[in-house]
């Protein structure tokens, strides 16, 4: 049973930063997606930020320049590391992964946002920014 369990939130003022890290075990099969997906109170869910079996990576337009997506295979950690933060970051943030066969870290965004969403995911991390 594939399991995953963020860690890393927090509260901070407007441009600060946090690093989310997500910790996947239970797979055997070691080609995957992952990534990271928000959801604020009254909003949709939006897919932040994905890194393929390939190692490429896509951060949403909102994300760019401030957040930057990794993964340390040895200890099948993933992380999230997010820079000038703003009070619209603040959200539940969740750690995703999906198994479909050559899906790409574009194609992980749109599906963490859809009603399908990826095939698994943690509890989430709460992170809110004040201004």
């Known amino acids: 049973q594939v399991q995953l369990v963020e860690s890393g939130g927090g509260s901070v003022q407007t441009g600060g930063s946090l690093t989310l890290s997500c910790v996947v075990s239970g797979y055997t099969y070691n080609r995957f997606c992952m990534g990271w997906f928000r959801q604020a109170p009254g909003k949709e869910r939006e897919g932040v930020a994905a890194i393929d079996a390939d190692g490429d990576t896509r951060l949403a337009d909102s994300v760019k320049g401030r957040f930057s997506i990794s993964k340390d295979n040895a200890k099948n950690i993933l992380y999230l590391q997010m820079n000038s933060l703003k009070p619209e970051d603040t959200a539940m943030y969740y750690c995703?992964?999906?198994?479909?066969?050559?899906?790409?870290?574009?194609?992980?965004?749109?599906?963490?946002?859809?009603?399908?969403?990826?095939?698994?995911w943690g509890q989430g991390t709460q992170v809110t920014v004040s201004s």
């Open positions: 995703g992964a999906d198994f479909t066969p050559r899906m790409t870290a574009i194609q992980a965004l749109g599906v963490m946002e859809s009603p399908v969403g990826f095939g698994y």
